[in-house]
């Protein structure tokens, strides 16, 4: 539902996002653009979606009830996405969260009421300090506690596969050629690229990777590559492990994006069409011009790009002229 009737909570308003034409960043490219802007869900991101699908799914089963605990690892936005539900539902929400997330995004969730914990991000993921592991702890020692596990949940395709990939394939018409879509977890990409594959094979899924990160590679070659992994500054892009939440039979092909491209595309969207969108919107928008490049489109392309998030999280990053200069990234 969206506008037009009575909401009875705001998780009601998950989803249904719009698709936007893109009307000038992409006017050099063959082919038509549209953005799916996800900053229009109530939590102002994608991961709304997921958050809810898999806490109704536990409540479902019963094994959660008000007064209960929700426990995650989370970039920042599924942790808004959980505190949110958790506010409205009834429930703690306890947040093992990376260093590299933005102290404003953590000051937001600790003020949805989540209590957070905050992890070294540059440690591997099987060191106890991680966010990962952290948060494995806090759910073994908290009683009546449910741990959402996003990397390795299916119910984070299953989300986008009922969703999603419906809205964009009703959307457009069944007009849609390929999507363009930013991989972290790989939920969005594998569940939306899977529900359109079902209706036409001939829909092209393109992903989004990080430089820095190990996904691409393992697309490519089913092995995970330590050489691959180095620090970033994209948050909610790629990974240095294997997420069990991509499918990556339904991805055709990947595209790695730098720092610096990605952070200045987000200006770029900003300034070109208004959307004030997040880091990763901007990967995508730098994605969808590589692709371009590689000769992917053509005048009859009719093309979806998903930009996960809203810019409002991103202020002291990629949106603050001093955090740009420091990186390298302005003049
Ligand atoms: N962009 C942002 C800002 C995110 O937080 C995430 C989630 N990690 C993604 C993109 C990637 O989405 P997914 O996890 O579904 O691959």
Redesign the pocket.
């Known amino acids: 539902m969206r506008n037009q009737d009575i909401a009875n909570s705001i998780l009601d308003l998950v989803g249904q996002t719009p698709i936007v034409k893109l009307q000038r960043i992409t006017k050099d490219l063959p082919g038509d653009f549209y953005a799916k802007v996800e900053a229009f869900n109530p939590g102002h991101?994608?991961?709304d979606r997921?958050a809810l699908h898999i806490v109704e799914n536990a409540e479902k089963k019963g094994i959660l009830t008000p007064g209960d605990t929700i426990v995650e690892t989370?970039?920042?936005?599924?942790g808004f996405s959980l505190a949110m539900i958790a506010l409205v539902k009834g429930y703690k929400c306890i947040l093992a969260v990376s260093d590299k997330s933005s102290q404003n995004k953590i000051d937001v969730l600790k003020t949805m009421g989540a209590e957070v914990h905050v992890c070294p991000a540059n440690v591997a993921a099987d060191d106890p300090r991680s966010y990962y592991e952290t948060a494995k702890r806090i759910h073994k020692e908290t009683p009546n506690s449910i741990y959402i596990n996003?990397?390795f949940n299916e119910l984070?395709i299953e989300a986008?596969y009922h969703t999603t990939g419906p809205e964009i394939w009703k959307q457009t018409q069944g007009k849609v050629t390929h999507i363009i879509?930013?991989?972290?977890?790989?939920?969005?990409?594998?569940?939306t690229g899977r529900y359109l594959k079902e209706q036409n094979p001939e829909i092209q899924i393109l992903g989004v990777d990080a430089i820095g990160s190990v996904i691409k590679k393992y697309h490519e070659t089913r092995e995970l590559d330590e050489s691959e992994i180095s620090p970033y500054k994209i948050?909610?892009?790629g990974k240095n492990l294997v997420?069990g939440?991509?499918d990556f039979d339904v991805v055709d092909v990947y595209e790695k994006v730098s720092d610096k491209e990605a952070a200045l595309a987000s200006r770029e969207l900003v300034q070109e069409e208004g959307l004030f969108c997040?880091?990763?919107?901007g990967?995508v928008i730098q994605a969808t011009k590589q692709y371009a490049e590689k000769g992917i489109f053509n005048e009859n392309s009719f093309v979806v790009v998903i930009l996960?998030?809203h810019g409002i999280r991103y202020m002291d990053k990629i949106y603050s002229d001093t955090w740009m200069k420091e990186q390298g990234f302005l003049e």
Request: charged content about 10%; cysteine-free; hydrophobic content about 20%.
């Open positions: 991101s994608a991961k997921i989370t970039s920042g936005n599924t996003q990397y984070n986008h879509v930013a991989s972290g977890t790989g939920g969005t990409i594998s569940g948050e909610g892009l997420p939440a991509t997040g880091y990763t919107s990967a996960p998030d």
